[in-house]
């Protein structure tokens, strides 16, 4: 193939040249006479070059490579020293990459790094939440699960030394609580979602109530509305009889965590707000239009505990 680039093209007119009167050509017989469309010898030629075929490279999107379990476990071990008094447990590092915090420890390690320089410290995390953080890690799921009965989503139940229709020590709603925690400090949305979600599924005393809202209290930020607003509801709603179950650990609570009070004062205080709005719109007697004398009525109040769901009250 010729290079198109050292093409010439010389323009041709397509038109015939003008017959020239009889006089002229009689004055001009004897002259050579150039080709009317020549050009002159030191004319410059018209040089197009012909652009080089592009070709089209067509974008293709980048294509993820499925992984399978079997490549997860191909992956090297890494050791994780979990507590004060560390308990050492193994990973496999593609799985615990799943969390972005531990895959910025991963990231540290190369081919050269010696396998017991492969590790991760977690000083200050429970055993059984690091336990439970590599079963769903593994599995997406973590023992108690979440499992399907009728129409409804419950907890399997727990072995028999465990099982309990009530939380009374609250030990079982600070097992996901400390889950929750961990997941907010390992990068994993999914993880945090689910624990809340089993948590919301465990009946518990006011005594088991107030150790759960304690330590998240003290374990999580003022900005976390999610775990700490249903807390402060139930409370919100429930303290004028529940107080009175545990009234010196409500006492300490409130003293230990004013943020606990206030969450729970500003809840009254904008249900107070609405109440009054919707007197003000004649949906019940405003403040201006006093009510006709009446011996007062205690109103009587349900003493009855919830069973604790997803709904946020």
């Not at 709603?173 to 997941?183: K, V």
């Amino acid at each position: 193939m010729a290079d198109p680039s050292s093409n010439i093209s010389i323009p041709i007119t397509s038109e015939p040249a003008a017959s020239a009167p009889m006089a002229e050509e009689d004055s001009m017989e004897g002259v050579e006479q150039s080709a009317p469309d020549a050009p002159a010898a030191d004319a410059p030629f018209e040089v197009v070059e012909e652009e080089a075929p592009v070709e089209q490279i067509e974008e293709t999107e980048a294509v993820e490579v499925h992984k399978t379990f079997v490549d997860y476990l191909k992956s090297p071990i890494i050791t994780i020293h979990v507590g004060e008094e560390p308990t050492t447990l193994s990973a496999h590092m593609a799985l615990l990459q799943a969390s972005p915090f531990l895959a910025r420890a991963c990231a540290t390690y190369t081919a050269e790094t010696p396998l017991n320089e492969r590790s991760i410290q977690l000083p200050d995390e429970d055993l059984a939440a690091v336990g439970s953080l590599l079963e769903y890690l593994y599995t997406g799921e973590y023992f108690p699960r979440l499992i399907r009965n009728g129409d409804t989503t419950v907890l399997e139940d727990l072995p028999e030394s465990e099982a309990s229709d009530l939380d009374d020590s609250g030990e079982h709603l600070l097992r996901h609580a400390r889950i929750y925690t961990l997941g907010e400090k390992l990068e994993l949305p999914k993880l945090k979602e689910l624990a809340h979600s089993k948590i919301h599924r465990i009946n518990s005393t006011a005594k088991g109530e107030l150790r759960y809202a304690r330590f998240v209290y003290k374990n999580t930020s003022r900005e976390d509305k999610v775990i700490r607003a249903p807390i402060a509801s139930f409370w919100a709603h429930r303290s004028h009889v529940l107080r009175h179950e545990a009234e010196d650990e409500f006492c300490r609570m409130i003293l230990e965590f004013p943020m606990f009070a206030y969450d729970i004062l500003s809840i009254v205080l904008d249900a107070k707000e609405k109440s009054k709005e919707k007197r003000g719109t004649g949906i019940g007697p405003s403040d201006e239009q006093p009510l006709p004398d009446t011996p007062s009525q205690k109103v009587p109040r349900t003493g009855r505990k919830r069973p604790r769901n997803s709904t946020t009250l």
